[in-house]
C-alpha cells in the first residue's frame, strides 16, 4: 500500500454527523483532565490525513501546540504537508506501527489511533506498544473499522487477521455477525490494553482506566474505545476529574451508540427548547419519540451544517 | 496387631552416601567449578562494599581483587583475597547443607548455601579451606571417606584463632587433593585449563571488567568492556529504573544500540547480579521474531551490528530473574516480562535503523546523493555502556531520501548542437541539454 495511495481512501470527515459528534464528545472526555493537568500541555498525536480535523478542534480547544500526524500513505506526503492548518502540526511520514516506539515520552500525551481498517493483530500490537510508550495521565483512543465481512468470507478473513486466536469460538460465520464481531473486537483491545499496561505496571506502577465506548455507524460501523494511563496512586485524583458524570463516557463493557437523528432545523430548535431537563415523552410535530430520545443524549454536540459560499 | 498400642520409631536419618550421591548428581565438573568462583566473586564484592561504606553493586570496582585457579593431574586449588569466611559464617552458614536464611550477602550470585559443599563433593575425595579474615582464621581439613563413615553431620575446624590478622594474609585458599579419578581424567586433559577460563569469563565478564584479576592456570581474564557506538548523530538508548515489589527494589538497566557487525556478538546479554545469564541472545526470549507477539523481527545477519544489555541488580539474590541454577534466565518471572516490553519497545529503532542500513547497501551503485549511512556509521566511536548517558529512544540518523528524478531525451541536428555548444561554453550534447532546461527554467518558472 505504502507509496501507491495519492487518494485519501476516507472520505470528508468533516461532514460526517456520528463521526462529528464521537470527535466532541471525546474533546469533552478528554477536557475532563484538566482539573489536574494543563491541557496545552499536552501533546496530540494522531492520523490527519489531508484535512486534519481532530488536530483544529484539539488546538482550538486547548491550544495544544506540539501536534504529530503519522502517514504512512508517501504519495500523500506532500498534500498533507501544505495542508497542515496550523504550524504547530509535525506530519510524519512514517506509518503508525514505525512511529511508536520513538514517540515514547514524558510529556502527557493524547494520541488517536483512527484506524480505516477493520481490527487485527497488527493493530493490537500497535495499542500495546503505544501503552509501552504513552506518559502517565495520557489518553489512548482508538478506531477502527467493526462491519461484519461478506457472510462467506468471515472466518477466512478472521483468520488472516488473527491467526488461531479464539478457534473454539469462532469457527462458523455466523460467530462474526455485527454484535458478536463488535464483542470481539472490544475484547481484544481491552485485553491487549490490559496486558500491556499490566506488564508495564509491575515497572513504573501505571495503571489504566476505561474512558469511553463509542459505537456508531457513518456508512460504515465503527468502534473507538479509549483508555487513560495514570500513576496507581493518583487514582483519587484522577477520580476527582469526574469522568463519570458525562452520560456518553463508559467505562464497561457496554458502548455508548452515537446515533445521530434525521431531524430538520426547525424541529431541532423546538426540542432545544425543552432540553436539557425531562424527558421528551411528547415530542412536537411529527418527531418519533425515539429521534427525540436520541437528539436529548447529543443535541449539544450534534453539528448543524450550512451551505455556504466561501 | 493385637493391643497395638506400642510405637515404634525408625531411623529416617539420610545416610552421607546417599546425600553426598543426591547432591553432586546433578552438576557437571565446571559448573561445580563455577560455582566455587561465585562464592570468590561475592566474598570481593562484599569486601569491596564494606571497605568503601555502600551497598555492593555490580558497579563496584573490584580492582585489586583476585582470584587463582591451578590445576594438575592430582589436584585443584583456588586461592583468592575476597575477605575471607568469618568463623560466625563458617558455623553458621558457609558448612552447613542449604545456607542460614539470614546470612545472604548483598547482590550475591551464589544464593542456595550449597555450592561449595557440593563442589567439594563432586570433585576430590580431600580437600582443605584455609580461610582467614581481619578478626580470625581457621583451617578444615576433611577427608571425605572418613567423613561418611562418621555417624556425626559436623565438620571440625582447626587452627582456630580469632585475634587480629594482617590485612594481607586476608583470604580463601581451597585445595583439593587427591581428585577423584573421573574428575583428575577430565581436569588433566588438554586444553581444560583454557575451557575453564573461557566459560568463567562468559559468565563473569562484568566482574573482570571492573577489574577482578582472575587467573587459571597462569592464564589472565582479559578485559572485555560492552562498548556501543556513538557520534553527534548515533546515540544509544539508555534507561535505569527500580522495580519495586516484594523486597528490595530491583535495579534495572536496560542500553541498545549499535556496534560492530558481528553476527556472534549481535543480540542481547542479560546479566544478573554481574553475571552473564543470557549471552548475544537473538531468539524470541529477548524479543526477537518467532514470538506469539511478533512485534518485531526474526534475527537475520543484517542485524549484526545490534548490541543490546539488559542488567538486574538487587540486594536480594532472589528477586533477580535468574533460574535456581544460577546460569539461566527465568522466563516467567515479573520483572523480567515487564523490562523484556521495556526492551522490545527499545530495540524498534534500531531495527528501523539497521533495516535502512541494509536497504542502502542494496542500492549501492545506483546514484547516492549526500552522505550515506553507513559512512555516518564508521564516522561513530565506541563508548564504553557505564559512560553512555542516558536517553529514552535510540537515536539514529534518516536516510535522506534522494529526489526522485526523470530523464528528457530528445534529438537535434549535430550543426545545432555544435552552435549551443560554442554559445553555451560547454563540451557535452549532455550539458547543452541541462543548460538549455535551466534557463527555460530561471525564465519561465522561477
Redesign the interface.
Known sequence: MRGLDTEPREIDYRIRPAKNVERKMLLEICSRMGAVQEMSGYRYVGMGSIYFVDFSLFHRAFGIDSMISLEGREGLMERCEWNRPFDCIEVRPTSVE?A???L??DVPTIMWLDFEDKLD?AIL?QL??AC??LAPRSILIATVNATPDVLKSRVRNFRRRFGNRDLANVDKDEDLGKEKLRKLNYAYMRQAVEE?VG???????VVQRQLAHFTYKDGADMLTVAWLLHREEEAQLIDSCGFENLAFAQDGENPFNIKVPKLTYRERLELDRSLPDGEIVDPPGCIAVEDAKAYSLLYRQMPIYVDAVI | MAGGKQSLVVDAEPTKDLFIEMLVRDIDLRAAILDLVDNSIDGARAAVAQKSGKSASSKTPLRKMFLRIETSATSLTLTDNCGGISLTDARRYAFRFGAHKKKNIENSIGQFGVGMKRAFFKLGSKFEVASTTRDSRFVLPVDVQKWRQNEKWEFVLREVDDSRQPAKTVGTAIRIEPLLPAVADEIGAPGFSTGLLDEIVASHQEAIDEGFELTVDGIAAAKMPAVLLRSSEIAPAKTE?D???VGAPVR?RLVCGIGESRPGEAGWDVLCNGRTVLKSDQTPVTGWGGSA???LPSYHNQFARFRGFAYFDCRDASRVPWTTTKNGLDQDS??W???R??MI??M??VI?FLNELDSEHDREGSAQTGVTLASKVATAKPVAVADLSSR??FLYPKATKAPRVGNVNYSRSREELARAKRVLGVSSYREVGERTFEYWVKAELD
Do not use: T, W
Open positions: 514505525a511508536l516506539a520513538e515514547r515520552s493483530s500490537r500495546a506498544e509501552e510508550v500491556a506488564i508495564r505496571g509491575i515497572r513504573d506502577g | 529504573f522495580v519495586n515489589g534495572v507477539d511478533q512485534r515479573p520483572v516480562r515487564s523490562a516490553q521495556r519497545s527499545m524498534r529503532p528501523d529514552s529512544v
